[in-house]
């Protein structure tokens, strides 16, 4: 593998096959180029029983990880999406933090540094002014936990109005005062939302001076936020890695869904070398 030592480029855990093991997971991302994994913890019951993985099997993990020289380095924790903390119904605002909990302690046990959240406060139901409140209530509970731990928790940049954009982020940042909160920004919703409101995403970006922890690299199309191939949308990833470059960002991943292709190694080759292109249009540019 062509590895650049000045980032980091890692691969989404769903551009595999799900019945890959995590093993084979691990081996496919390095067999295919990429530097690290970003393990998914979503809303389905099979993701949501990794959080009750056992002492024994993150330890055999860890293990494997080191045998293979790649491991997950990141959490996609999208679960809340079902669980969110800003919910009105307790029941589900104290299973949104009995996720994060134990999302926080498998990340601890795994050596797992960054936690990616949604930036959600609710999502099956109406954001209101009480679920906004309850969000800022429980998030406060989530960042004092991570802290406890040395995990990061950042935002990803959604799809909805809530925060869709790094500045929205930036609100929730601020207010929470936490050096274990941040924002892991997605260059596709970001662009989308830069077209929507006529700004411009890499001057969003660039609100983010200090807290940007990572950049997803992901394709989109307005009003479209997901499974575009790379180089037929609209997101313009010189300019957005040569933005995060300038603040300090070396963590990117690629993020995109496996759909079902015969030859899913070639796509996540091709995926790598479109994504390690860009980079090097930068490198020859000489900007540091």
Known sequence: MNQTPNYRLGLYEKAMPNHLSLVQKLETAKRCGYDYVELS????????????????????????????????????????RKFPIGSSDPLVRARGLEIMEKAVLLAADL???????AGYDVYYEPSTSETREWFAKELSKCTELASLYGVTLAFETMETEFINTVR???????????????????SGNMTNAARLY?????????SGRGHVVALHLKETVPGKFRNIPYGTGHVN??????????LGVRRYLAEF??????????LLKQSNRFLRDRFAVLENSGSD
């Open 111 to 117: 050596g797992i540094r960054v936690i990616q959240i």
């Open 237 to 246: 990833f010189e300019r957005m890695i040569q933005a995060a470059y300038k």
């Open 198 to 206: 006529g700004t411009d995403e890499c001057e969003d970006l660039l």
């Open 41 to 80: 913890i979503d809303e389905t019951d099979e993701k949501l029983q990794r959080l009750d993985m056992s002492r024994e099997e993150r330890t055999a993990l860890l293990a494997q990880s080191a045998e293979l020289g790649i491991a997950f380095e990141s959490i996609c924790l999208s679960a809340h």
């Open 257 to 266: 869904w496996y759909l079902e292709e015969k030859n899913h190694e070639k």
């Open 168 to 186: 929205k982020a930036m609100t929730w940042v601020e207010r929470m005062q936490c050096p274990y909160l941040g924002v892991y920004p997605d």
